[in-house]
């Protein structure tokens, strides 16, 4: 590192500093001085970026959670262009096929998406990777963001009824599953009053049993419109016992619910 | 063992990885004694194992003061020694007109990132750093040393050039990744510095808004997932900037700048059928959202809701026998996951444990400055 910091005072922006960089980030990937001073260098000796990825990816092979690689790689890509964007979602994708979750890669997708450009795709995208796990609520959220911001779908109440339409699919396939009871929701954001008047929405979801618990849960979840009182009373009676590791919680939203007329 | 530094790397034989001991079965009750010499024996020595986090030196030196501060073992620690030795981190600006320059004074997370002053006393290249700051201040908090004292005109001044136009934070004038971590950071430090000239509260207040997520919590930036760790830095920013009261389901929530009753509902989910907490929907529960997400509902008034009892069956999987505790059941330690161990186990209200300031993540002593 003494070698460093005397490379970096003098300011050598030379080959043989970029592999000082090299070494140093094996060191000590988080040492953001040393990135930086990477980027200075690279500039300087006008270096060939696309070896710069592939530098990364080396990298991120070994520790993808690294919050500095992943700024590196956006300074890198921006300076490519929207040449770079179908490399780089289609690497994203591969990084995501191993961790889907990973928070670092959907927040480079989200970032690539709107800065370069390459909406067209990504709800198929999203699509298949809800097909391989209904449960996985990254998929979802990126769909909520594809949905709500993509300039080729036309925004959210245009998409509205086929997105109402796959989400109910879903809650009646897995009942349990939060995902698409939180994206349903999502979907009348600002309106909540014509979720709970959607006779489509209430005769699939407010069926007996768990559809029906879960349903009324989803919907009622703001003070100013109550549903009926006593079916909410009902409701929050029920999950006191089946839901029992809420059951305090359950009891005070009870406790809160608006008087019968 | 006397000359070395606070929180010194041991140097380190590569050991065999297979040849690590496994934890056996969980222990049944809060082993405080084995967290004290856990937390003891890191600040003696840190393990080599954490070398690669050497950049954020401080903040590995806040999980274990502050930790052995929670276990009431603070006279593990030598006040003054620490005390100097993190005042010994700040970036000075050489002048006034320095302030401007873009460049944060703030501190440095360790001695790698920080170049020796120069022949006219003078340390140039700067590279401080926000969450560093935070856990200086914190940490010479936790020590009793009253941080009003230190030049804090020139941390609040230049950390206004970390600010983005769309009102979150960079955490360093280099170049970095701008979320929700390090609104929290500035925030706590205007706080703790009680002085709120650090931000454009307006501004800021706007980007955590534009973070809630449709399911009620919070991704951290706009548009992400929502997740523990970003819901805890919004309603805890939220909170020390004053948008939002203390235990506000006792109020009249549906008037607030956030959307309380999702946020609320999102936070109850995230308690799992084994009792612990998970970060994100449908994944495992972890050790430390027992503190990310606990800490929400604290702040909120909706700790009393979760089942308590579960929650410690959960967390006592992960404690070790070694002390400390893991993210995962009956997994090795780890500082990062002890410190919240513990910190979750102080929201619980745990005997032998300090109470917890929730929105600043350290103990209410050093919090308010009863030392």
């Not at chain 1, 809800?130 to 300039?151: C, H, M």
């Not at chain 2, 950049?55 to 930790?67: C, W």
Request: negative net charge; glycine residues 6%.
């Amino acid at each position: 590192m003494d070698y460093f910091r005397a490379i970096y005072k003098a300011d050598e922006r030379s080959p043989r500093a970029l592999r000082l960089t090299r070494r140093a980030i094996h060191l000590n990937p988080g040492n953001y001085t040393v990135w930086h001073f990477r980027r200075l260098v690279l500039e300087a000796l006008n270096t060939d970026l696309d070896e710069e990825l592939d530098f990364i990816q080396r990298i991120a092979n070994s520790n993808s959670k690294n919050y500095q690689l992943w700024h590196h790689r956006r300074w890198v890509i921006e300076r490519l262009g929207s040449n770079a964007r179908a490399k780089e979602l289609h690497l994203i994708k591969s990084i995501l096929s191993l961790d889907v979750k990973n928070y670092h890669a959907w927040s480079h997708r989200q970032w690539v998406l709107q800065a370069l450009g390459g909406w067209e795709d990504e709800l198929d995208y999203c699509q298949q990777l809800l097909e391989q796990d209904i449960f996985n609520n990254s998929a979802w959220n990126q769909r909520y963001f594809v949905v709500t911001r993509s300039p080729f779908l036309g925004g959210l109440i245009a998409v509205r009824a086929s997105e109402v339409r796959y989400s109910v699919e879903a809650i009646v396939a897995n009942p349990n599953n939060e995902c698409p009871w939180r994206y349903l929701r999502g979907l009348y954001k600002d309106d909540i009053e014509s979720l709970v008047n959607d006779r489509e929405i209430s005769s699939v979801c407010l069926k007996p049993s768990q559809e029906f618990r879960d349903a009324v849960v989803a919907l009622w979840t703001s003070d100013t419109h109550p549903l009926d009182a006593d079916l909410a009373t009902a409701i929050c009676d029920i999950l006191e016992h089946v839901d029992s590791l809420r059951a305090s919680y359950w009891i005070w939203r009870k406790n809160k619910l608006p008087i019968a007329a | 063992m006397a000359t070395r530094d606070p929180l010194d790397f041991d140097v380190g034989v590569e050991e065999d990885e297979d040849g690590a001991p496994s934890p056996s079965s969980p222990l049944s009750y809060f082993e405080r004694d084995r967290h004290v010499a856990f937390f003891g024996m890191l600040y003696d020595l840190m393990p080599y194992h954490y070398q690669s986090q050497e950049i954020n030196r401080l903040t590995l030196a806040f999980f274990t003061i502050s930790g052995l501060h929670l276990l009431k073992a603070l006279d593990r620690v030598d006040k003054d020694r620490v005390a100097s030795w993190v005042l010994s981190f700040r970036a000075h600006p050489i002048n006034q007109a320095e302030l401007k320059n873009g460049q944060f004074y703030g501190f440095h997370g360790s001695r790698m990132s920080q170049f020796p002053p120069d022949e006219n006393g003078v340390s140039v290249c700067n590279a401080g750093h926000l969450a560093s700051t935070y856990c200086a201040l914190a940490i010479l908090k936790t020590v009793g040393f009253n941080i009003l004292t230190i030049d804090k005109e020139s941390i609040l001044i230049s950390m206004r050039n970390l600010q983005q136009p769309d009102g979150s934070f960079m955490p360093v004038h280099l170049g970095a990744e701008t979320d929700l971590r390090f609104v929290y950071c500035a925030a706590a430090i205007c706080f703790m510095l009680e002085d709120w000239s650090g931000m454009d509260r307006e501004k800021t207040k706007d980007y955590i808004l534009n973070c809630q997520s449709y399911d009620g919590g919070f991704g951290l930036m706009p548009g992400l997932e929502s997740h523990g760790g970003g819901t805890y830095c919004a309603v805890a920013s939220l909170r020390l900037m004053g948008y939002i009261e203390d235990d506000l389901l006792s109020k009249n929530a549906t008037s607030s700048i956030i959307n309380v009753p999702l946020l609320l509902d999102w936070c109850m989910q995230r308690q799992a059928i084994d009792g612990g907490f998970q970060g994100r929907a449908n994944k495992s529960s972890d050790t430390c959202y027992a503190f990310w997400v606990g800490a929400v509902l604290r702040i909120l008034g909706g700790y009393k809701f979760i089942d308590k009892i579960a929650l410690r069956g959960f967390l006592l999987t992960c404690q070790s026998e070694f002390g400390g505790f893991s993210k995962y059941p009956r997994e090795l330690p780890d500082l990062y996951h002890s410190y919240y161990g513990c910190t979750a186990f102080s929201l619980l209200e745990e005997p032998g444990l300090n109470p917890l300031c929730a929105e600043l993540g350290m103990t209410d002593l050093a919090a308010l400055g009863i030392l």
